[in-house]
T-cell receptor, first 115, second 114 residues
Framework: EPEVTQTPSHQVTQMGQEVILRCVPISNHLYFYWYRQILGQKVEFLVSFYNNEISEKSEIFDDQFSVERPDGSNFTLKIRSTKLEDSAMYFC?????????????FGPGTRLTVL | KNQVEQSPQSLIILEGKNCTLQCNYTVSPFSNLRWYKQDTGRGPVSLTIMTFSENTKSNGRYTATLDADTKQSSLHITASQLSDSASYICVVSAKTDSWGKLQFGAGTQVVVTP
C-alpha cells in the first residue's frame, strides 16, 4: 500500500542552523502539507502546497520557513535559522484532492531537536 | 476562534471492554470531521471522515457519530484490543479552509490493559 515517507526520522541541530526536512508524498497525490506537533501539544497546520506554490499557510509559517518541490517526488520543508522553540515532530501529509472529504495521508514524522 | 475540544484527556480500559470518546467543536462553517488514531511517535492514521449530512460512520470496531446541530462527535471503540492503545484525535475542517487545513484536538490517550 502506498505511503508517505519522511527523512530523516530524527534530526538534531544547533540553534541558528538551517535544516531541511524531506518528504516523499504518495505518487498520484496533488496536495501536500506540513504540520508540526510540539511535545505534549496538538498537531498544528503549517502550510499547504499545490501546483508548485503555497496555497495556504498559518501564522506559524513565518519567513524562516519555506517549502519546495524540487523534483517530481520530493517535498521539502526548510527552516532557515532554527530556534529552540522549533523543536517538534514535523509531519508531512498528502492528498489526492483538496477540501471537502479529502483524506490526508500522514508520514511517520521527523523529530527535530534544536540544541 | 475555531476550536476542537476532546474529553477525557486520557482513559484506561480493560481489554475487551468498550469506551466512548467525546469531541466538541466550534469550527465554522463546518465542512467535515475526522477521527485519527496516532500511535506514539507515528503519524496520524485516518479512521473515519464525516460530513454535515452523516450521523454515523463505522470502520471495523470503531464507530463515530456526529451531531452537527450541537457540534458534537463521539468515537466508540467496541471490544477493545491491546493494539487500540493510542491517542485518538478529533480533527475538524472548515468550508473556508478549501486547501485542506485541518484543526486538531489535543487527543484522548487510550490505554488498553490486559
Amino acid at each position: 500500500e502506498p505511503e508517505v515517507t519522511q527523512t530523516p526520522s530524527h534530526q538534531v541541530t544547533q540553534m541558528g542552523q538551517e535544516v531541511i526536512l524531506r518528504c516523499v508524498p504518495i505518487s498520484n497525490h496533488l496536495y501536500f502539507y506540513w504540520y508540526r506537533q510540539i511535545l505534549g501539544q496538538k498537531v498544528e497546520f503549517l502550510v499547504s502546497f499545490y501546483n508548485n506554490e503555497i496555497s495556504e499557510k498559518s501564522e506559524i509559517f513565518d519567513d524562516q520557513f519555506s517549502v519546495e518541490r524540487p523534483d517530481g517526488s520530493n517535498f521539502t520543508l526548510k527552516i532557515r535559522s532554527t530556534k529552540l522553540e522549533d523543536s517538534a515532530m514535523y509531519f508531512c501529509a498528502s492528498s489526492p484532492l483538496s477540501g471537502g472529504r479529502n483524506e490526508q495521508f500522514f508520514g511517520p514524522g521527523t523529530r527535530l531537536t534544536v540544541l | 476562534k475555531n476550536q476542537v475540544e476532546q474529553s477525557p484527556q486520557s482513559l484506561i480500559i480493560l481489554e475487551g471492554k468498550n469506551c466512548t470518546l467525546q469531541c466538541n467543536y466550534t469550527v465554522s462553517p463546518f465542512s467535515n470531521l475526522r477521527w485519527y488514531k496516532q500511535d506514539t511517535g507515528r503519524g496520524p492514521v485516518s479512521l473515519t471522515i464525516m460530513t454535515f449530512s452523516e450521523n454515523t460512520k463505522s470502520n471495523g470496531r470503531y464507530t463515530a457519530t456526529l451531531d452537527a446541530d450541537t457540534k458534537q462527535s463521539s468515537l466508540h471503540i467496541t471490544a477493545s484490543q491491546l493494539s487500540d492503545s493510542a491517542s485518538y484525535i478529533c480533527v475538524v475542517s472548515a468550508k473556508t479552509d478549501s486547501w485542506g487545513k485541518l484543526q486538531f484536538g489535543a487527543g484522548t490517550q487510550v490505554v488498553v490493559t490486559p
